[in-house]
């Protein structure tokens, strides 16, 4: 089976950096998403790895190391408009080319 | 990204009724398209794997018979939610691969949120 865990809750102030983390279990691993998710509305794709390593895109960022079926998101600068729920998603040779979801990490940013 | 139509965005229905609900590739052919279900406050669950000219393939739990899957061409496929209780409300999203483009599959519908009354 698969397995995918992040926090549930996160809680963080403007400017600051705040890092959601995700560790999976899963067979034939083949990418790893991360989403953002505001309330009442459909997720939006924010970085793919599929190699080890760190993504870099504007303020987010995203690691993965495969032999510790672990990832991260990094977000910098945080803003208001970042408090959403923060999805991570796994692809496996398993599941075809579906994502299979992890619960969701749910950041509030204040000021 | 891959650009992914669904519609309707919202419905509410009665009791008994069924409810369609349309995934459209707009600037893509897709062979694939999965079929998500999300409930309040918890993550998206996969439901079904709908397949351009075959039957669709349904994940444990899932009633194939309330849920079904349409594929008839390469850009869209249906979902129709048959005799609707309240207990499928929930917010329905979709995507799609492009077997010429990796990682098609990553992009959602903008959801449907189904509320059945």
């Known amino acids: 089976g698969q397995n995918i865990d992040q926090p549930t809750e996160m809680t963080a102030t403007e400017g600051a950096i705040v890092q959601i983390n995700c560790t999976y279990q899963t067979s034939g691993f083949n990418g790893l998403f991360w989403y953002q998710q505001h309330a009442g509305e459909a997720p939006t794709f924010l970085s793919y790895?599929?190699?080890?390593g760190l993504e870099e895109k504007g303020r987010f960022s995203s690691f993965l190391s495969r032999s510790k079926g672990y990832s991260y998101l990094l977000l910098k600068e945080l803003q208001m408009k970042d408090s959403a729920s923060y999805l991570c998603a796994v692809r496996s040779r398993q599941a075809g080319t579906a994502l299979i979801f992890g619960k969701g990490t749910t950041l509030s940013v204040s000021s | 990204g891959a650009v992914v139509s669904q519609h309707p965005s919202r419905v509410i229905c009665k009791s008994g009724t069924s409810v369609k609900i349309e995934c459209r590739s707009l600037?893509?052919?897709?062979?694939?398209m999965f079929w998500y279900r999300q409930f309040p406050k918890q993550s998206l669950m996969l439901m079904a794997t709908?397949?351009?000219?075959?039957?669709?393939?349904?994940e444990q739990g899932v009633e194939k018979d309330k849920f079904l899957i349409n594929h008839a061409s390469l850009t869209l496929s249906t979902l129709t939610v048959t005799s609707a209780h309240p207990e499928d409300s929930s917010f329905y999203i979709c995507s799609a691969r492009d077997v010429d483009r990796p990682n098609t599959e990553a992009f959602f519908g903008q959801g449907t949120r189904l509320t059945v009354v």
């Open positions: 600037d893509f052919q897709a062979t694939t």
């Open positions: 709908s397949n351009e000219g075959s039957k669709a393939t349904y």
């Open positions: 790895n599929v190699l080890d």
